[in-house]
């Protein structure tokens, strides 16, 4: 089994800076992947970006590309999102996901955390 553990949501004003924290433990074996996502509410869950465990190599959704940077700590398998210049449509509960495997060129997130909130006040 895989755990994963955001941290590091909260309140912050427009234009400000929050960093999210996604602890990844457990068989940490043949991990594909590991991306973020968030839902505001009464939306669907959508995709913010993701990061290559193997080459490192960063995918972002156009709506945060330029903002967010998504990185990882080797040594404690953690992986951050900095999330800069907020705006208050930025508000969700943002997960951390994990997938080992791609189906038909698509990934499969097997895992999930918890979720964290991140409000953005205008």
Not at 8 to 20: I, K, T
Not at 40 to 46: S, Y
Request: glycine residues 12%; aromatic residues 12%; charged residues 20%.
């Amino acid at each position: 089994q895989v755990q994963l553990v955001e941290s590091g949501g909260g309140l912050v004003q427009a234009g400000g800076s929050l960093r999210v924290s996604c602890a990844v433990s457990g068989h940490t074996f043949s991990i594909y992947a590991l991306g973020w996502f968030r839902q505001a509410p009464g939306k669907e869950r959508e995709f913010v970006a993701r990061l290559h465990w193997g080459a490192g190599h960063t995918v972002y959704d156009d709506s945060v590309k330029g903002r967010f940077i998504i990185s990882r700590d080797n040594n404690e398998n953690t992986v951050y999102l900095q999330m800069n210049n907020l705006k208050p449509e930025d508000t969700a509960v943002y997960f951390c996901a994990l997938s080992r495997r791609r189906v038909l060129g698509k990934f499969q997130y097997e895992f999930w955390g918890q979720g964290t909130q991140i409000t953005v006040s205008s």
